[in-house]
């Protein structure tokens, strides 16, 4: 059975461990800045994460007696992703909503302004 984030956090070797929760911390500052919070700060924080990663797994003992940990947390990660990408693509669909919401509000307005009440014959 595969272990969650916290059995996996557990089960790491601790200079693997600090990655982890780093990782884990990055993944928290996505979803905030997904959520509007942080905007201008996604692509540094999801180029921070990449790195931690690759890091993560370049560091991560390659032998028989951990590869269920390194498949577990490669699944958990790929998990993380998914739902991270989920997260934007509703973000930036949010964001075409208020795109064209603001478009039909300039145009309404530009017509009322050509044409304002009283004026019409």
Not at 43 to 72: M, V
Request: charged share 25%; with cysteine; hydrophobic share 50%.
């Amino acid at each position: 059975m595969a272990l969650d984030a916290a059995g996996i956090r557990a089960a790491l070797p601790a200079p693997l461990r600090e990655n982890w929760d780093r990782i884990a911390a990055l993944d928290a500052a996505l979803r905030k800045a997904l959520a509007g919070d942080l905007p201008d700060e996604l692509g540094d924080i999801a180029a921070q994460r990449s790195r931690c990663i690759e890091a993560l797994f370049a560091a991560f003992p390659l032998d028989p007696g951990t590869a269920a940990l390194r498949a577990d947390a490669l699944q958990h990660l790929l998990r993380e992703n998914d739902a991270l990408a989920s997260a934007a693509r509703q973000s930036l669909a949010a964001a075409a909503d208020v795109a064209t919401t603001a478009r039909r509000q300039r145009k309404a307005i530009s017509a009322y302004h050509e044409h304002p009440p009283g004026t019409r014959t």
